[in-house]
């Protein structure tokens, strides 16, 4: 009985120091890494989420935008940080067809990165203006049959060129790609006649879709998208092509699960608030929260699906 209460009390003297040995979280701002410039749509996301997260925390939440090498600089600053749940990563499919675009690269998708919470997705839309006799896709892959069509993206091995690459495979049109630096010039060359169409995300094309200066062509999800639900997806036209684009929330490798279920159940709080919705939905993001085990069994999923994207497009890095 004396050894039962002895050992009792020491169980008992030990729980503050087992208190004190988890410290709190987070316990300092923490860094939400952006490997792209500021405007774009990953950054979007993310000054949508700092606000509200930021409350939730009881922390700033500190947006650093570290672009290079198509997203890979900023990806390598969080798969080399320390995995206390402090240093995350916010992008999307672009890390999973950058592990099959660059053949060499200081990370690898699945294996330096903890999945913490899907936040939205956003499919590609194709695009043309207005007027000019590519009003439809079926007008458009009728027009492809007779002569080169042009389409613009952001650029080589981005979800707009996949997209489209997986349209002109499986319908036999002569779709002609044209890179830009970003979806925004090659819009700008679109309205000038320089190329036919343009397939990029739906964020960079919502102010000149609401102006009616260039009409929808079609969406690359498999069903209509809220944002814009004039327009059919490409898969009416041309069974099968349908590429879902998505944004999420990784850390380091190591990073403890339970600080990931903790902002994972923080993100699906936020994402449910009416006000956040309404946000994601004004900027054509649709709201789409997943935890670590369903994120990660997705990415799993993706990965394969994604490459095989890379190579039907050809696509090559320099």
């Not at 792209?36 to 009881?58: H, M, N, Q």
């Not at 990806?75 to 992008?91: E, F, I, M, Y």
């Not at 739906?202 to 009409?215: E, R, S």
């Not at 709080?269 to 935890?291: H, I, K, M, N, S």
Request: glycine letters at 10%; hydrophobic letters at 45%; proline letters at 10%.
């Amino acid at each position: 009985m004396r050894r039962r209460t002895l050992a009792a009390g020491i169980a008992l003297l030990a729980l503050p120091r087992l208190a004190r040995a988890q410290p709190r979280f987070p316990d300092r701002p923490l860094r939400l890494v952006v490997p792209f410039p500021p405007g774009g749509s990953y950054d979007i996301v993310a000054r949508l989420l700092s606000r509200p997260l930021a409350e939730a925390f009881g922390q700033a939440v500190v947006i650093d935008n570290r672009p290079g090498v198509g997203g890979n600089l900023g990806a390598d600053v969080v798969a080399k940080a320390a995995p206390d749940g402090h240093t995350l990563l916010l992008w999307g499919d672009g890390l999973l067809i950058n592990q099959a675009l660059f053949p060499t690269r200081p990370w690898e998708a699945l294996r330096d990165f903890a999945p913490v919470s899907r936040i939205a997705q956003s499919p590609q839309v194709l695009i043309a203006a207005a007027g000019r006799g590519l009003d439809t896709l079926p007008a458009l892959l009728e027009a492809g049959r007779r002569r080169d069509v042009t389409y613009a993206t952001a650029g080589v091995g981005t979800p707009g060129h996949l997209a489209a690459e997986l349209l002109r495979s499986r319908s036999g049109a002569r779709l002609v790609h044209v890179p830009y630096r970003g979806g925004a010039p090659a819009i700008t060359d679109l309205l000038a006649g320089q190329v036919d169409t343009v397939c990029t995300g739906i964020p960079a094309c919502l102010p000149f879709l609401g102006d009616g200066k260039v009409v929808g062509l079609g969406v690359s999800s498999a069903t209509r998208f809220q944002a814009l639900p004039a327009v059919p997806p490409m898969a009416d036209a041309v069974p099968g092509v349908a590429v879902d684009t998505w944004y999420g929330v990784l850390a380091p490798s190591r990073t403890d699960p339970a600080i990931r279920e903790r902002i994972a159940a923080v993100v699906a709080t936020v994402l449910a608030e009416p006000a956040t919705v309404a946000a994601l939905r004004a900027q054509g993001f649709e709201p789409d929260a997943a935890g670590p085990a369903p994120f990660g069994d997705f990415l799993a999923r993706e990965a394969p699906r994604w490459a095989d994207l890379v190579a039907l497009s050809g696509a090559k890095v320099e």
